[in-house]
């Protein structure tokens, strides 16, 4: 099975950009791996913020941004907000294998 | 609006057995595709298991052979047969559907002897 990593935790300051991004054992991630973006709040389930790469749903922030960088997945944060702090999940799809999601990045806001 | 709502989660003993129950409004279980995904404490998303609207299933191989994926059209809700439990087992349970876009508050199952 593949491995999917994410920075095990990262630091933003009010109002800066911060950029997550979900790497895969396979090799370079790809708009074929419909990558998910999901934002956990402690305590509570998660909600997705993007799917196939960079579309959003109506409920995602408009400073949440998802693309490729660099042969990752990515998830964007621009101008970040005290509740955005919470632990990043990302997911991607295998062509004939399991779904597998990555290890989560906590995101601080300080 | 899609809901969600498990249940049927609790303390059962290695090798014991539960059965998930994850009841949907808003949403028809049996014309689309579901999943389960679970979170141990403190660790990371784990998927466990599909059911397509066709019917056909697909299942982690940590559950493969132990867990069973199934819906009931009438009562609209979906199920995880859940056999053979062990410590590893132990985790929130959530029901989702098949685009992730919906997520129940999840069920919590405690393996444990």
């Known amino acids: 099975q593949a491995v999917v990593t994410q920075e095990p935790s990262l630091t933003v300051s009010p109002g800066e950009t911060v950029t997550l991004t979900c790497a895969s054992s396979?090799?370079?991630?790809?708009?074929?791996?419909?990558p998910y973006w999901f934002q956990q709040q402690p305590g509570q389930a998660p909600r997705t913020l993007i799917y196939?790469?960079?579309n959003k749903h109506s409920w995602t922030p408009a400073r949440f941004s998802g693309s490729l960088l660099g042969g990752k997945a990515a998830l964007t944060l621009s101008g970040a907000q005290p509740e955005d702090e919470a632990e990043y999940y990302c997911?991607?799809?295998?062509?004939?294998?399991?779904?597998?999601f990555g290890g989560g990045t906590k995101l601080t806001v300080l | 609006e899609v809901q969600l709502v498990e249940s049927g989660g609790g303390l059962v003993q290695p090798g014991g057995s539960l059965r998930l129950s994850c009841a949907a409004s808003g949403f028809t279980v049996s014309s689309n595709y579901m999943n389960w995904v679970r979170q141990a404490p403190g660790k990371r998303l784990e998927w466990v298991s599909i059911?397509?609207?066709?019917?056909?299933?697909d299942y982690a191989e940590s559950v493969k052979g132990r867990f069973t994926i199934s819906r009931h059209r009438f009562k609209n809700t979906l199920y995880l047969q859940m056999n053979n439990l062990r410590f590893e087992d132990t985790a929130v349970y959530y029901c989702?559907?098949?685009?992730?876009?919906?997520w129940g508050q999840g069920t919590l199952v405690t393996v444990s002897s």
């Open positions: 196939d790469t960079n």
């Open positions: 396979t090799g370079a991630v790809t708009s074929g791996h419909y």
């Open positions: 997911l991607l799809s295998y062509s004939g294998a399991r779904p597998v």
């Open positions: 059911i397509y609207g066709g019917g056909s299933t």
């Open positions: 989702v559907t098949g685009d992730y876009a919906n």
